[in-house]
């Protein structure tokens, strides 16, 4: 079974602050694919970034970077300089090949405040 | 450009009523999911289908039935709504399975009373 944890329940920041969002998960699988998805104030689920298991070079995008390190089974997001605009619930996900399902962490809510 | 429309986007049942809830996508796409957003539960998948005909139970799929007769469609029941089914129900799809990005709806907010 899959699994995805995301520690941080909610994180609040004053903007221009560098933020980063922890992301561990589970699996036996050996192939997979980790996921993370923006759900900002207005509802709908925005995607982000999706990493497969073979690759675990960091990505940046912009003012976004993610880490991923299978060592410690853990995909992180980091958001430097942070935005008002940034604000928003940011969820972790998993999916393994072996099945067509994604494993979703609970979310952690990042409040940037003026 | 409209992915993926969730129709409606808001309801109020009593308990015990019944209603469909109905996803359509114009992107061809073979998998199609409903999840349920609770406070603090991130998104739990209750069904999915794999292609035109076929669905199968994710997480929690208790009080809920599906059916994808279309492959643009997929409809998610509530035979019988409980309060416990309050919840925000999003729809998504991917081209390709779930290690392909799902493309979602706006989600559907239902409130049983």
């Known amino acids: 079974a899959q699994k995805v944890t995301q520690a941080q329940t909610e994180i609040s920041v004053v903007e221009k602050e560098d933020v980063t969002l922890d992301c561990v998960y589970e699996t036996r699988d050996t192939t997979y694919y980790l996921f993370w998805y923006k759900q900002p104030p207005s509802g709908e689920l925005v995607f982000l970034i999706r990493?497969?298991?073979?690759?675990?070079q960091n990505e940046i995008s912009g003012r976004y970077s993610w880490n991923f390190q299978k060592s410690t089974s853990s995909f992180n997001f980091t958001i430097t300089a942070s935005q008002v605009v940034d604000s928003a619930v940011y969820f972790c996900a998993l999916s393994v090949v072996a099945n067509s399902k994604l494993t979703f962490g609970k979310g952690i809510t990042l409040s940037v405040r003026p | 450009n409209a992915g993926v429309t969730q129709t409606p986007k808001f309801r109020v049942l009593k308990t015990g009523q019944s209603m469909t809830l109905l996803c359509a996508q114009d992107m061809n796409h073979e998998y199609m999911y409903w999840y349920r957003q609770d406070p603090g539960m991130g998104l739990r998948l209750i069904h999915y289908?794999?292609?035109?005909?076929?669905?199968a139970k994710g997480e929690v799929p208790d009080g809920y039935n599906v059916s994808r007769l279309k492959k643009q469609n997929f409809l998610l029941g509530l035979e019988s709504a409980a309060p416990s089914q309050t919840s925000v129900y999003f729809c998504a799809s991917s081209s390709q399975g779930a290690y392909q990005p799902q493309h979602f709806g706006d989600g559907t907010r239902l409130s049983i009373l």
């Open positions: 289908s794999v292609g035109e005909g076929t669905t």
């Open positions: 990493r497969n298991s073979f690759d675990e």
